[in-house]
């Protein structure tokens, strides 16, 4: 697939909100990019509507960054563990609900 850890000021991990598209205001996650440097897109997933084995390859203008990182998921990305859906879609939620502690506010 081509994965690479991630460029263009987006990190693995971050939460990113699409602003164009059919999932307009929707958040997910950087798992990582693809393609050449002046033509790369981000792969982002939620767990649901694009699960991790087959990520949403966007735009990087079509999505806004959030100061929210999701530092286990950077982490298992990093260290070449399988990410769950389930265990994904949960933590998004949880910090969009601001109830997660191991979420990283960067700034």
């Known amino acids: ?3 690479t850890p991630a460029g263009h000021g987006f990190k693995v991990g971050d939460v990113v909100i699409v602003r164009r598209g059919k999932h307009t205001g929707t958040s997910f996650v950087v ?3 693809e393609g050449e440097s ?3 897109r981000i792969l982002i997933t939620d767990g649901a509507r694009y699960p991790v084995n087959k990520p949403k390859k966007k735009n990087m203008i079509h999505l806004q960054r959030t100061l929210m990182n999701l530092e286990d998921v950077a982490g298992r990305v990093a260290g070449g563990k399988p990410l769950d859906n389930g265990w994904l879609m949960q933590k998004i939620t949880a910090v969009l609900n601001n109830s997660d502690t191991s979420c990283k506010q960067g700034g």
């Open 31 to 33: 798992v990582g990019t």
């Open 38 to 40: 002046g033509e790369s």
């Open 1 to 3: 697939m081509g994965v």
